[in-house]
């Protein structure tokens, strides 16, 4: 409760300690924490809120890793812009006991080369502008890079059979070129089953505004945002099943321009997808995401080990599927696919299983398969 009443308050008294400190809400500053996890996910549009209970809720919605039942260790790497920038995730979940989850993520997102000009001209009238009789010194360009550092420890805990709460407390780091910041937040979730076919999400990011400090003395808050997600599983005979997913992601940034709906006080998106399960180990998906890009994924299941690929396609300027497949290739719109590929490592046998309520360690779990 004590927990509780603290978080509450700090919602509360947050926005007024930003006015009091001169603090600003940064438009798009936590842009690189909205880049997803898990190839499963990625395949589908980038929806994943309302349905995973694997490892890579934590991210998603760490209140649903509380429905997981074995720990996992997952891991990512993407290329993204034809390989110009880099980005990685290393996960862990952790079943305490029959209600309690505890989980850890580590994202990275880095661009490396980056050419530094800035002391490099020859200024001969020294007027700060390249002008015709000025020049370039090579010699002095320096090469840099830039990365983004984000550590999140995920809790969760069922309050009942079907609802489960959970929350992140994140700690950033960022660089660029010579400088760097740092940030701290906190993400609040709710999963909800109501029926075993059914489930929906809700995560409230950043809710209390994170925090980022410059180390030239800037100092700025990542505004929340608010992502509703739902999925629902259908038996299509014995051995196959699709499951369709769909995130709906509200912003309060002012996004009026680059939105897909704007409703006044906030902007709204949304990422879907669907999956095809062949006895749950064999998987297609896709999807379209919430920048107008059409993804694809498949997978395979393996006794303790999964193994997912997705790729999202260039958006070539419009909404028409033939013209977006058509630019599949090294200069697809300029700027390439973008190719991912996870593995989730499965603890899967009794002696790691999550013992049901009352049970020991070691105890047969419930019927809700592992990670899936």
């Known amino acids: 409760m004590r927990t509780v009443a603290l978080l509450a308050a700090l919602l509360l008294v947050a926005p007024s300690l930003a006015s009091a ?27 994943g809120t309302g349905f995973l209970t694997d490892v890579g809720a934590g991210y998603f919605n760490p209140a649903a890793l509380a429905f997981g039942n074995y720990p996992q260790v997952s891991l990512l790497h993407e290329s993204r812009f034809a390989g110009q920038i880099n980005y990685d995730y290393l996960g862990g979940v952790l079943p305490l006991n029959a209600r309690q989850t505890v989980g850890v993520t580590v994202l990275r997102l880095g661009l490396d080369g980056i050419k530094d000009s800035r002391d490099a001209l020859i200024d001969r009238n020294g007027n700060g502008v390249l002008d015709e009789d000025d020049r370039i010194d090579s010699t002095r360009i320096r090469i840099g890079g830039a990365a983004d550092w984000v550590l999140m420890g995920s809790y969760s805990q069922k309050v009942k059979e079907n609802l489960a709460l959970g929350g992140n407390v994140k700690l950033i780091y960022r660089t660029l070129l010579e400088h760097s910041a740092w940030g701290v937040g906190v993400d609040l979730s709710a999963r909800y089953n109501p029926t075993p076919e059914l489930t929906v ?53 002012g996004r009026s321009s680059t939105t897909t709906a704007d409703i006044g006080f906030a902007s709204v998106d949304f990422a879907g997808g669907l999956e095809y399960s062949y006895k749950e180990r064999v998987f297609v998906r896709g999807g379209y995401t919430e920048l107008h890009q059409w993804s694809l994924g498949a997978g395979v299941k393996l006794p303790k080990l999964s193994i997912d690929y997705a790729l999202t396609l260039a958006n070539s300027g419009n909404n028409d599927l033939a013209d977006v497949g058509g630019s599949i290739g090294p200069d697809a719109g300029g700027l390439g696919v973008t190719h991912r590929v996870s593995l989730t490592l499965t603890l899967e046998s009794p002696e790691y299983a999550r013992p049901e309520e009352g049970l020991a360690p070691g105890s047969v779990p419930g019927s809700e398969a592992p990670g899936r």
């Open 21 to 47: 400190q001169g603090f600003v809400n940064a438009k798009y500053a936590g842009e690189f924490l909205g880049l997803g996890v898990g190839a499963r996910s990625a395949g589908m549009g980038g929806a």
């Open 201 to 253: 999400g809700a995560t409230l990011a950043d809710a209390t505004k994170s925090l980022l400090i410059w180390d030239t003395g800037n100092q700025e808050f990542i505004v929340p945002s608010f992502r509703l997600g739902g999925g629902y599983r259908l038996k299509i005979a014995e051995d196959h099943s699709v499951l369709p997913a769909l995130d709906a992601v509200l912003r309060f940034e």
